[in-house]
């Protein structure tokens, strides 16, 4: 019995290349959305009305600072020019000259919340520009005096009170604690006292304060 040749039939291997994996973000998370399109529409009602509420909150807090500090200059303005042009405001008013910072100002009495608006303060009971003793002037660190932290040892500080103009020149400059009333002690001598809040360009609250001694020249 003869049997047929049988013939073997290889298929060629085929090479399946690896492919690259996708992640894809799951359906569930939007299934809410898709299932309920009304509940996305008041989702995005609601972002929008408080981006709105928050850009609105903004733009009248910086409208308020822009025109607290443009009023507060221009009452400052005021000031100087009454100086410059009357000489019974001369009697009265005393002002703040320090060339190296460029500040000219006139000094309100007193060192409360609506003095310090207008100007630096002298300090109640501290004593007078030009005599003999600790005179203390204290003044905001972000309006008048927003450059003093410039002042070094040798610096010039010119006081005009009654007619007279004194002459300070800067001694010392530290920083201390708010607790620390050291700074405020009396003097045999005439000093001038600068206190302003530190760091200048604190975010907030500052948490020191800046002080600037000056004494009387030929004193």
Avoid at 42 to 55: G, H, K, T, V, Y
Avoid at 146 to 151: D, K, V
Avoid at 160 to 188: A, E
Avoid at 193 to 218: E, K, N, S, W
Wanted: aromatic share 8%; net charge positive.
């Amino acid at each position: 019995m003869q049997v047929p040749r049988a013939s073997i039939f290889i298929r060629p291997r085929r090479y399946i290349r690896n492919r690259p994996l996708v992640l894809q973000p799951a359906r569930w998370r939007d299934w809410d959305n898709f299932k309920h399109p009304k509940l996305r529409a008041r989702r995005s009602d609601r972002r929008r009305i408080i981006s709105i509420a928050l850009f609105v909150v903004g733009g009248v807090l910086c409208a308020y600072v822009a025109g607290s500090y443009t009023w507060m200059f221009a009452e400052q303005k005021k000031l100087l020019h009454e100086w410059k042009t009357r000489q019974a405001a001369r009697e009265v008013l005393t002002k703040l000259s320090i060339p190296r910072i460029g500040l000219r100002a006139v000094v309100m009495e007193g060192t409360s919340s609506h003095s310090l608006l207008l100007g630096p303060g002298h300090m109640t009971g501290s004593a007078l520009p030009g005599t003999v003793g600790n005179a203390v002037i204290a003044g905001h660190r972000d309006t008048f005096f927003r450059h003093i932290h410039r002042l070094k040892n040798g610096d010039d500080v010119y006081i005009l009170r009654s007619g007279r103009q004194f002459h300070y020149v800067v001694v010392r400059r530290k920083i201390v604690q708010p607790t620390d009333l050291s700074v405020l002690r009396s003097s045999r001598d005439g000093e001038l006292t600068l206190i302003t809040c530190y760091p200048p360009r604190a975010i907030g609250p500052a948490p020191q304060r800046l002080i600037i001694v000056a004494r009387l020249a030929g004193s």
